[in-house]
Every structure is written in C-alpha cells, then in structure tokens.
C-alpha cells in the first residue's frame, strides 16, 4: 500500500499496490500494523456499505464527536463518488478546511477519514456503492452533521444534488449558534 497525503492531516488516500499475473490481482487492502505506523485508525469495529441508486445523491457531511469518534476508510465498489472530507477538529491548523477526492470502482484506492472530520459524498454514476471499515460504532447521541450547500464551506460540488434526506438537508449552517 501507498499512502498519500492531502492538505489535512490524517485524510489519506490509501492506493493498493496490486500483484498481478494471468488470473488478475490481488492486493492487501487493510493492514493494521502499517496504518497505525502511518498514523492512521488501525481498528475496524463496524463496516458498512453504502448503496446509491442515482446519480447526484449527496450524503453528508457526517462525523461522531467524543466520546464516539470515528475514523473511516472509505472504498468505492461500483459506480464512482465525489467525496469531501471537513476538518471539525478544534486544535487543527486546516479547521473548516475541506478536501476533495474522487473514488471510482476499479480504481484501487480508498479513503482514511480521520476522527473529528466530516465527510460527504455525490455520486457521479448510478448504481454506486461505497464500503465503509469504522473505526467505532455509530452512537447517535455523538453524531453531528454539516448542511452540504453550506456557503461558509464553499465546497463545489460537480453536479447539481438529485436526491439527499431531509436529515442531511436540515443540518444547520456554521454560522447559526447551534451548528456542530
């Protein structure tokens, strides 16, 4: 595995290094020793598989506040996704500060989203699915959310959003008092 920096810390693409001959690939996806040496979530509590019917959903922005946080790493399996990761860490020079990074089934590549940051996604296909390893398991009372249209982010999303829940549109804005 390669694993490649972004202007966040700890948001990481993780790209496989495949072995391939005659039969195709195979490639170590997960390995609990080299994430931790790279300073990233080496525990899997829960995985979840995410399925999205049309091209355009958005999901998100999520993330779990103490005593829950979570880290994730994220892998497209079909279709293709545009993903957004928010840094909501208090202490962290890039707070507020987003990333973005497209998953594409086939591509070999996830995405380690770290404690404390958000993240969303849009999918740019029908039929896409994501798999999610958690470094924790969901508590809804730790659970918080960004409005993925919010003005103070400026994330630009590549297409117009086709389908999001009402939950996910009625998180407020950072700028209101009880955003976060």
């Known amino acids: 595995m390669k694993f490649i920096d972004t202007p966040i810390s700890g948001a990481t693409i993780v790209q496989l290094e495949p072995l391939r001959d005659d039969r195709g690939f195979f490639a170590r996806a997960f390995s609990a020793p080299e994430f931790a040496e790279h300073g990233l979530a080496s525990v899997v509590a829960q995985v979840n598989l995410s399925s999205n019917a049309v091209r355009g959903t958005v999901r998100g922005l999520h993330y779990q506040v103490s005593p829950a946080p979570e880290a994730k790493l994220i892998r497209c399996i079909a279709g293709a996704a545009y993903m957004v990761v928010v840094d909501m860490r208090d202490d962290s020079p890039t707070r507020l500060q987003h990333v973005a990074v497209e998953l594409r089934r086939g591509d070999l590549r996830s995405l380690h989203v770290p404690e404390q940051c958000a993240v969303g996604m849009q999918t740019l296909e029908d039929s896409t699915e994501l798999l999610y390893q958690v470094s924790g398991f969901y508590t809804p009372g730790a659970e918080r959310g960004l409005r993925w249209d919010d003005p103070a982010l400026g994330i630009a999303w590549p297409l117009p959003a086709s389908v999001i829940s ?15």
């Open 166 to 180: 009402a939950k996910d549109a009625a998180w407020p804005l950072l700028a209101s008092e009880s955003a976060r």
